[in-house]
């Protein structure tokens, strides 16, 4: 098991749970960035046994501090990176962000302005990363993700809302260890 992984036996399986290292800004210790107390976590289930759920991939944040932490909608920010077993990327279809989709279902006077989320403390976020099909290397169909062992990475960008911030206080790059997934076997 990798440093930085903590494994919980959960009802499903053995579900593990990776802490996401910080990678960015360099100077993390800048006075005044909100964004230490955010607490970065991928969790996953080593064996996922149903291919017609897809590959299942969760991405916790949550506050550790004692403030609020309000932040640009996390969602649109997390970045998966997926290997098959020999090493090769996998293509999978992603959809815009949400702050790229024209959308008038938010009355405001900005509504396809970027979402905030603040995050009390103790509170925590959750978002799932799926996949269940793959691109195509030779034409622009898709195919349902074939079984086998699959290794993930995940990085992830926070950015702060408050747009006062100076730029080393102002956001945080994690990222997690290589996860190995065996799906559908």
Sequence with gaps: M???????EGLKGAEVRYELRHVEPLNLSAKGNP?????V???TEETQHDTSAGL????????????????RYPDDMVQLNLLNEEGKPVRFPTHAPSALVNTRERNAIRPNAPRLLKIEPGQEHRTTQTVREMRNDKSPTTTPLPPGRYTAQIRVLLLTANPKL?????YRVLESPP???DFGK
């Design 166 to 170: 100076e730029h080393e206080q102002s």
């Design 41 to 43: 976590e991928l969790m």
């Design 35 to 39: 964004l230490i107390d955010l607490h």
């Design 2 to 8: 990798m440093l930085g992984a903590r494994l919980v």
């Design 179 to 181: 996860v190995s997934v």
């Design 56 to 71: 299942r991939f969760v991405v916790s944040f949550k506050n550790v501090g004692s403030e609020g932490i309000q932040i």
